[in-house]
């Protein structure tokens, strides 16, 4: 079904009134919103499911976000502008979740939220929720990219541009040997992870441009020799 009357999704946004909000089978194409909010939704009050729809080449005005109490399925995210990152809380439920586009493209950023971490009704339907194949695909997203607070088992990223993180290799003894420029690129990722209380993360690398390519590249070579990043010497090589 293609949609242009954007009722549909606008009913979508803020608190839940006491009732579950639904958005099925709908494709939206080159269309332009002022914002596109889906949530927040609770597991007392009503949650938001949206499943099996597209959104592509689409214009966002103002604020682009998935909040907690989200049940997305089979969801696509093709090459949207926003003035502002698109903003997924993890305190939700994603499955086949696919965001791409080119370096014009909305750039991402999932993240707990920090206001809903500790509360016992959400963190309970999160724990008992169906996870079902892979929860986000960002691997054609060639805009910034920064995921914390999903497993790395259920992500699907692009080694050219990303890279994981996980705080196990951070506690490991080898890590320290490494070298790695005191508040430099990759200590500021391990710091945005326990900032978070994560785990684990995928980051985009620097880009050629930035003053941190360099040394990003050349640290990320030894964490590759070191056993710590599973990619392909061509792979790394192909970015400098």
Not at 71 to 91: G, Y
Not at 112 to 121: D, F, M, Q, V, Y
Not at 145 to 173: C, I, K, M, Q, Y
Request: glycine share 8%.
């Amino acid at each position: 079904m293609l949609v242009d009357d954007l009722t549909s999704v606008y009913a979508l946004a803020g608190p839940s009134e006491g009732a579950s909000r639904e958005l099925r089978e709908a494709n939206f194409d080159r269309l332009r919103f002022d914002r596109l909010l889906f949530g927040p939704g609770t597991p007392e009050g009503g949650l938001v499911t949206v499943s099996r729809c597209s959104f592509t080449k689409c214009k966002v005005d103002g604020s682009f976000r998935i909040a907690h109490g989200v049940q997305m399925d089979d969801v696509l995210f093709e090459d949207m502008r926003s003035p502002d990152a698109m903003i997924i809380n993890t305190q939700t439920v994603l499955s086949r979740i696919v965001i791409s586009g080119g370096k014009n493209a909305s750039s991402l950023w999932a993240k707990p939220s920090e206001t809903e971490r500790s509360r016992p009704a959400l963190t309970a339907w999160l724990e008992t929720a169906p996870q079902n194949e892979f929860a986000l695909d960002f691997s054609n997203l060639q805009s910034h990219a920064e995921v914390v607070g999903l497993p790395l088992s259920r992500l699907r990223w692009n080694p050219e541009f990303h890279v994981p993180l996980t705080l196990d290799w951070v506690s490991n003894p080898t890590w320290n040997n490494l070298g790695l420029t005191p508040n430099g690129f990759w200590e500021r990722r391990v710091l945005r992870l326990r900032d978070f209380g994560c785990t684990e993360g995928v980051f985009t690398l620097p880009d050629r441009s930035s003053k941190l390519h360099n040394a990003a590249m050349k640290e990320l070579d030894g964490m590759q020799a070191a056993g710590f990043v599973k990619l392909p010497w061509g792979v790394i090589s192909g970015l400098r």
